[in-house]
Structures are given as C-alpha cells and as structure tokens.
Nanobody
Framework: QVQLVESGGGLVESGGSLRLSCAAS????????MGWFRQVPGKEREFVAGIRWGVGNTYYADSVKGRFTVSRVSAENTVYLQMNNLKPDDTAVYYC????????????????WGQGTQVTVSS
C-alpha cells in the first residue's frame, strides 16, 4: 500500500514560482512512474510532468516545457515539481500519482493519488 501526500500549493502572482512536494510512504520500485497532473472544474485531469523513479527520465506536457521541472530524491521518497514563470492558465488543483506499470500520461492507469493541492495564479 502506498500513500501520497502533497504540499506546497498556494496563491502567486503571474510570473512567480512555487514548488510542490509529494511524499510517498511504502515501497517505491525502480519501475515506478511518478506523475504530476492538474485538474480544473468541469475538465479531465491532465498530465503535466512525470519521472521514472529508477533512472530519473523526465517528461513534460508541451504547455509547461521550459517552465516546470520535475525531480525526485530517492532517499526521501519524495517527488518535486518546481514551477517557474507561472501563468493564470496554470491555476488548478495539482495531484501527484503513482503508476507501477511505468510511464503513462493517462490518469486512469495510475493506482495511487495524493489529496491534491490548490495552485492559484493571479493576473
């Protein structure tokens, strides 16, 4: 069993930065893929960024490339999402998810989710 706990959301002005954290309890295998998603009311949860736990390969949605950076600290069982140059369109609830099957940008394939953290970017 895995539990994910996110933190780090908040209110920031356009152009500002935030760093989200996702702490995982339980065993994390090297084949695991950790993904960050975001969701706004009335829309599906969309992939933002992700990282292969073992080798550290990273993946990004086109909308955040060059602005967001995903990383992990294996010893802490924690994944981070550094978000720079934030825009009002980035406003959403951000979730971290764990997929034991490997790389995926599809929310339905993830087995575990955190509770979500609100990110609000004012213009």
């Amino acid at each position: 069993q895995v539990q994910l706990v996110e933190s780090g959301g908040g209110l920031v002005e356009s152009g500002g930065s935030l760093r989200l954290s996702c702490a995982a309890s339980g065993r994390i295998y090297s084949s695991t893929f950790m993904g960050w998603f975001r969701q706004v009311p009335g829309k599906e949860r969309e992939f933002v960024a992700g990282i292969r736990w073992g080798v550290g390969n990273t993946y990004y949605a086109d909308s955040v490339k060059g602005r967001f950076t995903v990383s992990r600290v294996s010893a802490e069982n924690t994944v981070y999402l550094q978000m720079n140059n934030l825009k009002p369109d980035d406003t959403a609830v951000y979730y971290c998810g764990l997929d034991r099957g490997g790389y995926s940008t599809v929310a339905s394939s993830y087995e575990y989710w955190g509770q979500g953290t609100q990110v609000t970017v004012s213009s």
